[in-house]
């Protein structure tokens, strides 16, 4: 049985960040709580924010969200949430940035731990109440801004994704203004991220055909404009594109996502490293697309047709062409990945959720095989 | 600035039909007033869905749907709604039962007369509530379970579209067995009716293209499955992937419709001769095609993709053979159209909501074109 539940309002256009005090009244938002992290500070975009508050609302900005957002980081900051007295949150910045808004939001509703609310577990029966969240991307590829989900490393160690159409913000206000300066590498890393959201979504065999109509769309605009927007972040055509390939890349990810998630959320967590998920996103895909080819004869060819392929071509050759092209690294190994790190790397993966979801189901042998051919 | 707002909760697939009274009970309704029509009666779907909701909600049935809907009906519905009591609608039916069910429940919850609440001349501000709606489809054309609008002939005269995100129903229960009955003529024309719907929204230059991604996937299934289920209307494959094309075309039409729509429109409110709605949309598309190509010459090339066509194929031509492969008529004139109904379609169409969101303005000289073209 299929259950097609669509999201959250998004505004998209240059200049959207205008409609934010609108939809925080609109959210009964009166003083909020802005997640963001130490980088969007120093380059201004904190202050676009606020600017565009005005003065009938009052916030208090955190700023130390970590690259992969940690319970500790969360607790840390819902403490000054309450001491703040806020009542909803403004997750400003990239996927690190929204998730811990996302986190903040769940505790200042329902209580700490956030364990409990580990879905493979029943958790999203536990939640109460989620206060309310504008979603401001700062980059373009998470789509965390209109997504049922987030991920945090916990405190044992665990990097889970939590997931509940409560965790959708109440609106998403998507200006690809906020993206210009977002400098070439990470221009990369994230619109790979946007990349591989389209295409593990619409390859899972969970039915939702329009979310699968929207990742081919977002394919298709981000697979033509990802290199246009690395080469010139000035490129305001490709910004856009690009901003609207991450957003549908997440509206349609409800469907669920596969193998490359799961080996990146099992890498993501290793903390001597901090790796960027959008990279190992896109240095994981080539392998599961080798290896779910079998399954997915007919969807290939869709997916040869929204990146203007040749019928037949190889599409994970297709992925490390673009990666190279786009300056990604060409495999684990140059992240930092060691040998050691593999039997990891497969626990972790086999126990992710999106590794239920993949088109074909994948085995401690079949994880070891595609993490040996990514190194 | 593009707002996309996403929908409606749907469930779909054989034997959804069961998820009726819990639906009913998610909106709060105790007493459901059935809006149909007695064809569904006579062919015992009518009994299906009032078996469906056992013991616990009680109903009140209205089967004088008229194929058009017309204001008359509809007072004459909720005439009957304020006297059973009732505090909810189920739209059991095609796109007529539907649209009437939820014109009953806008007036139910915020009084007549209809003609007030014209979006185009700012109605949409009036409305204060709207009855909720629980919508189930017996036809895979509409798609008017999931979307934003509603058509009523008015007593003046004018087939008037109304729309607002407010006339969404609170839930669709898309069940495919309840169209395996439907004959082949109506099953061709509401799945031309689906096909329309895919092709002009996403031809229109409103910006949002997640509802663009919707509609090139329901296209992509109507256009593969059409013949079958016309051919075979115990064919479920067929019929699921119909219903969807159905659901995927009124997702998409958020974005607004076109010149297809506007003449159609104009053509249905020809009293004489009540004509079906997906037959004249069928009938009218390729000259719109035409006309439209200069326009349209990327989207073109995703149509194609979307329909399995050859690179340039000639997409008027494509929907002419459709249209005589599953027995539709070949032009207005076999419908009973004459040439004095001319300058009526062309006024009507002229002031058509849809007609604004054609891709390329059309003029009166060019809908006489398109008419004659169509004849």
Redesign the interface.
């Known amino acids: ?13 240059f ?2 960040i205008a409609q934010l005090p609108a939809e925080l009244e609109n959210a009964g938002i009166t003083k909020a709580f802005i997640a963001t992290d130490a980088g969007l500070v120093a380059a201004g975009l904190v202050e676009t924010v606020t600017n565009a508050l005005g003065n009938a609302i009052q916030y208090s900005v955190y700023d130390g969200t970590p690259g992969n957002p940690t319970e500790e980081a969360v607790k840390e900051a819902l403490e000054q949430y309450t001491q703040q007295g806020c009542d909803g949150v403004v997750a400003l910045g990239g996927g690190s940035s929204m998730d811990l808004g996302k986190a903040v939001a769940l505790l200042a509703g329902s209580g700490g731990p956030l364990a409990q609310y580990d879905p493979l577990e029943g958790g999203a029966k536990l939640i109460k109440s989620v206060a309310p969240v504008i979603a401001v991307p700062t980059t373009a590829g998470t789509g965390s801004e209109v997504s049922v989900g987030f991920v945090i490393i916990l405190e044992d160690g665990r990097k889970m994704t939590f997931a509940s159409p409560l965790f959708i913000p109440k609106a998403a206000i998507c200006d690809p203004e906020l993206t210009m300066g977002l400098p070439a590498g990470m221009t990369a890393a994230t619109g790979m991220d946007a990349i591989t959201h389209c295409i593990e979504a619409f390859l899972t065999p969970n ?1 939702n ?2 979310a ?7 394919l ?2 981000g697979w033509q404009y990802l290199p246009a927007a690395v080469k010139d972040g000035q490129d305001r055509e490709a910004r856009w594109q690009m901003m ?1 390939c991450s ?2 890349g997440a ?1 349609s990810f409800i469907k669920g996502l596969g193998a490359v998630h799961a080996m990146s959320h099992a890498a993501g967590r290793i903390r001597r490293l901090n790796l960027h998920h959008g990279t190992l996103n896109a240095v994981f895909l080539p392998a599961v697309l080798r290896f779910n080819a079998s399954e997915c004869e007919e969807k290939y060819v ?1 997916l040869r ?1 929204a990146m203007g392929l040749e019928p037949g071509a190889d599409l994970a050759e297709a992925i490390t062409r673009m990666n190279e092209e786009i300056g990604l690294p060409p495999g684990l190994r140059a992240m930092g990945i060691e040998d050691d790190d593999i039997p990891g790397l497969i626990t972790y993966a086999m126990q992710d959720l999106s590794a239920r979801s993949n088109p074909r189901p994948a085995s401690e042998e079949d994880f070891e095989m595609m993490i040996r051919e990514s190194l």
Chains 1, 2 share one sequence.
Do not use: I, K, N, S
């Not at 699968?212 to 977002?218: C, I, K």
């Open positions: 049985m299929a259950t097609l539940t669509y999201l959250t309002t998004t505004h998209f256009d200049g959207a039915v055909p329009p699968e109509g929207v990742a081919l769309d977002g298709w605009r609207m957003t549908e509206l869709r047709q």
